[in-house]
Structures are given as C-alpha cells and as structure tokens.
C-alpha cells in the first residue's frame, strides 16, 4: 500500500461545477496537509495548508482534513478553466520538511 | 524576485556520461530536496538538506548525489545515469518554520 494514495483522474467537469479532490493516506503521524497546484510544464505551487484536522477556507477553495479516517479532501466551488492542472495533496511530520506527495489528480474545467 | 531556479530545464545524455542539475534558491531557505516526478507515482523525494553541509537520503536515493557547500545551491548529481533515471526532476526549498515549500520549473531528462 503506497503512503499516500490519490485518485488519479483525469477529472474533466463543465465550468461552474463543484469539485471534489481526495487523498487518503496511512501514516497516522502526519500532522501538516496541504495541496499543490501544478499546471502543465510548471513546478508545483502551495495552495492551501492545514494542522491537523479541521476545515480551512480560501475564496472558492475549502480543504478538509480528518484524521480519525485518514482522509483529506479539496473543495472547489464555480470551477473555472484556470483551475485546469495537476492537483497534488502533500503531508508531513514535521514543520517545513520531508513531505509526502500524492500521486496527482488531473483535473480539466470545460469552458 | 523570490525563486528556485534549476538548470538545465531539458536534457538528453547517454548512459553512463556523468551529469549535474543545479539549484540556486534565493529566500535564504534551509531546507532543500531534490524529486523525481514519474507519471502514476508523483513526487519522490531523492535527497534533502536542513542545512549547509548537511545531507540525508530520501525515498529514491540511488544512482544520485547531492552536496550542500553553500546555504543557496543544491546541485543533482548523476555520477553514471541510467535509462530508469529519465524523469522530471524538482529542486524545492523552504524555511524550516514554515509549511510552504517553493518549487523550480523542472528539469526534464532523457537518458539514452
């Protein structure tokens, strides 16, 4: 069983959709969760990070974390075609170190 | 501007010739790692740095090194590659303190 496990899509929804992104995990220790974003030919980029569980909202974006199922999850609401890229979940032990990656999910919004 | 730069962004070599990525980070960063990123397996860490001169394994260590002689660079070393070691590779860097980790543009390299 790998560490982090992620569906890998490709996820294709029409513009305006709700998005549901989800990893789970097996390593009871994390303690950091985050999402990355990457688009095509581009290096990942932090969207959103969360200690522990609990919920975490940034504009159109929610990321949830519940430990007790090892379950983490990213929410999109009004999807739109800039939100096409490769979204990866990513957690650690410790504080700025040693992250584990999921493997991606491809996602494309539909103009 | 702030950046993780790596070079070369593509590359094709032969078995065997003996390569270097370089990375240069300029956030004044502790924390540095290297990763390879394959389809199906996403990113897998290959070495990282806490700090100058320090250095440790990852997940996929084999057939790479590393060095740490100066806080900002963090080069990739392929002493004699192999085809299995074709892959997009990414420098990243951060603060110790913090979450966020900040990624090069890649390096894609062919070996044949």
């Known amino acids: 069983q790998k560490e982090v496990e992620q569906d890998p899509g490709p996820l294709s929804v029409p513009e305006g959709a709700i998005v549901s992104l989800n990893c789970t995990y097996s390593?009871?220790?994390?303690?950091?969760f985050m999402w990355y974003r990457q688009y095509s030919r581009k290096g990942p980029e932090l969207l959103m990070y969360t200690y522990s569980s609990g919920n975490k909202e940034d504009g159109r974006f929610t990321a949830q974390v519940d430990k007790s199922s090892k379950y983490i999850s990213l929410f999109i609401r009004d999807s739109q075609p800039s939100d096409s890229a490769t979204y990866l979940c990513a957690m650690s032990l410790n504080y700025g170190q040693n992250f584990v990656f999921g493997p991606g999910t491809r996602l494309s919004v539909l103009p | 501007e702030a950046q993780v730069t790596q070079n070369p962004r593509y590359l094709i070599t032969v078995t065997g010739k003996k390569l270097t990525v370089t990375c240069s980070q300029n956030?004044?960063?502790?924390?540095m790692s290297w990763y390879r990123q394959d389809p199906g397996l996403g990113l897998r860490q290959i070495y990282y740095s806490m700090n100058v001169e320090v250095t440790d394994k990852g997940d996929v260590p084999e057939g790479y090194k590393v060095s740490r002689k100066e806080k900002r660079n963090f080069p990739l070393i392929l002493e004699s590659p192999s085809p299995n070691q074709t892959s997009l590779y990414f420098c990243a860097s951060s603060f110790l303190s913090r979450t966020e980790a900040f990624f090069g543009q890649g390096t894609r390299l062919t070996v044949v």
């Open positions: 390593n009871s220790a994390f303690q950091y």
């Open positions: 956030m004044n960063h502790e924390y």
